[in-house]
């Protein structure tokens, strides 16, 4: 399953029509320790670019972004409880929102792992 990924440094994992999406491990760093994460009522219809979640660390508050267009189809809510979970494990338990992709071929403009590497 490939992970793309995106300049505001949100990744994104497609399986069937269902995306997957967090924040990257560079983000994590960024921001510190995070105290609080929401998203979007499931069911939110989405454009590519809209602002889909926020996370809030001791630091600042930052909206998280849909890589590509689609319909919030859950939510992590080990999240609520354990918001720390982002940057303990941000490509994997600490994923952030499922989406019910709209338009998969937006995948094309993302970044692939390595291409988002050379951009850091």
Do not use: C
């Not at 995106?6 to 560079?26: C, N, P, Y």
């Not at 454009?47 to 992590?76: L, R, W």
Request: proline share 2%; glycine share 10%; aromatic share 8%.
């Amino acid at each position: 399953m490939a992970t793309y990924y995106t300049k505001s440094h949100e990744w994104i994992r497609l399986d069937g029509d269902i995306a997957t999406v967090g924040i990257t491990a560079h983000a994590t760093e960024e921001l510190g320790e995070l105290v609080f994460v929401e998203a979007k009522d499931e069911g939110t219809e989405l454009g590519q670019g809209d602002a889909a979640a926020v996370v809030e660390s001791v630091k600042a508050a930052s909206d998280i972004y849909a890589p590509i267009a689609g319909t919030i189809a859950g939510f992590n809510t080990r999240l609520t409880d354990e918001p720390t979970l982002i940057g303990a494990d941000p490509e994997g338990e600490g994923w952030i929102f499922t989406l019910k992709v709209a338009d998969s071929s937006q995948l094309e403009g993302l970044m692939d792992e390595a291409a988002y590497k050379a951009s850091l």
